[in-house]
């Protein structure tokens, strides 16, 4: 039971470059999320999706784009990348909007 | 001020002695609780949720929630060294969940 599943785990981008992480889940869950960590700031959530075809804004959204492929997939996606967006990225998806089941994460940073 | 407030730690406990850890938050809305731990190096787990005022025992666990003074805290008894992590308190208030910085604990043997 893979659960989900992150890739890459680790990328090093240089400034304006454009890169997609992956997420994938196969637990049948409806909501997925991004979030982003950094020291000293906590989980900080990206954006997210209650449902197939649906994503909303969450609490740092710009320099970021989204898509919910289907069910199982939520791919985030770095257009322009900045330094400011050197962190660990988590994906995570939920059966109920309350228990989160987090990816191994994707450590980026941009230089 | 923020929404979900923790002590960043690090936080020194002796091996079998109870570990405290607190968690306060601003949204007197807010209706579950949450505490997850996060070994250095992976992603958080969830090991506690909380929905009513008092305390919920899960083994080695226990979580307490006191809503009228927006304050839910976690205790680990008999604490190993396998529990030196960083624990996250995360809350549900207006369907979003937030996540506090996390306090890292240490178990000394």
């Known amino acids: 039971n893979a659960g989900v599943t992150q890739t890459p785990k680790f990328q090093v981008l240089k400034t304006g470059q454009s890169m997609t992480l992956q997420c994938a889940q196969d637990?049948?869950?409806?909501?997925m999320y991004w979030y982003r960590q950094d020291p000293g700031m906590g989980l900080r959530l990206i954006y997210y999706s209650a449902s197939e075809g649906t994503t909303d804004k969450g609490e740092v959204p710009n320099g970021y784009n989204v898509s919910r492929l289907n069910k199982r997939e939520f791919s985030l996606r770095l257009e322009s990348a900045a330094p400011s967006q050197t962190s660990v990225y988590f994906c995570a998806s939920s059966p109920n909007n309350e228990k989160l089941f987090f990816g191994s994460g994707t450590q980026l940073s941009v230089l | 001020q923020k929404e979900v407030e923790q002590n960043s730690g690090p936080l020194s406990v002796p091996e079998g002695a109870i570990a405290s850890l607190n968690c306060t938050y601003s949204d007197r809305v807010s209706q579950s609780f949450f505490w997850y731990r996060q070994y250095s190096g992976k992603s958080p787990e969830l090991i506690m949720s909380i929905y009513s005022n008092g305390d919920k025992e899960d083994g080695r666990f226990t979580a307490q929630l006191n809503k009228a003074s927006q304050y839910v805290s976690l205790l680990i008894r008999d604490s190993q060294p396998s529990d030196s992590a960083t624990y996250l308190c995360?809350?549900?208030?207006?369907?979003?969940?937030?996540f506090g910085t996390g306090t890292r604990l240490t178990i000394i043997p």
């Open positions: 637990m049948n869950h409806n909501s």
């Open positions: 995360a809350v549900m208030g207006n369907e979003k969940l937030t």
